[in-house]
């Protein structure tokens, strides 16, 4: 799979069916994940099961991002755009209404960004 080979390459691009095929993926092995850490623990919020989720996400971070700056790259618009990715976690460092609304505004920016077609 080409996530991983160009794990830490951004010059790259990555095109509409590549991007949602790995995102497929991604979808299937954490859903994967979660229902074996459930059944170690029994609960999702045990101290274990949140120790593994978060070693596979700081695992994934990377290549999650490069990922996207390679499809937003393909579609024509700057690869830092990808950093929207991230306004996220503003909602957890300034929990309020308006920053909330950005960061959904941010995410359906990206979504409009990975469904636009290829510029070559």
């Known amino acids: 799979m080409s996530y991983w080979r ?12 590549e991007f949602w095929f790995a995102i497929l993926s991604l979808s299937l092995m954490w859903t994967f994940i ?5 059944f170690i623990f029994g609960n999702l919020n045990e101290f274990g099961a949140k120790i593994g989720i978060g070693i596979i996400s700081a695992i994934l971070i990377v290549p999650n991002f490069t990922l996207l700056a390679r499809r937003i790259r393909d579609c024509g618009s700057s690869w830092a755009n990808a950093f929207l990715l991230y306004s996220g976690l503003l909602t957890f460092l300034l929990p309020s209404i308006i920053v909330m609304i950005i960061s959904l505004l941010c995410y359906i920016w990206l979504f409009l960004l990975t469904i636009a077609p290829s510029k070559k």
């Open 34 to 38: 979660y229902l074996i850490l459930f």
């Open 6 to 17: 160009n794990a830490f390459n951004i010059k790259g691009r990555t095109d509409c069916n």
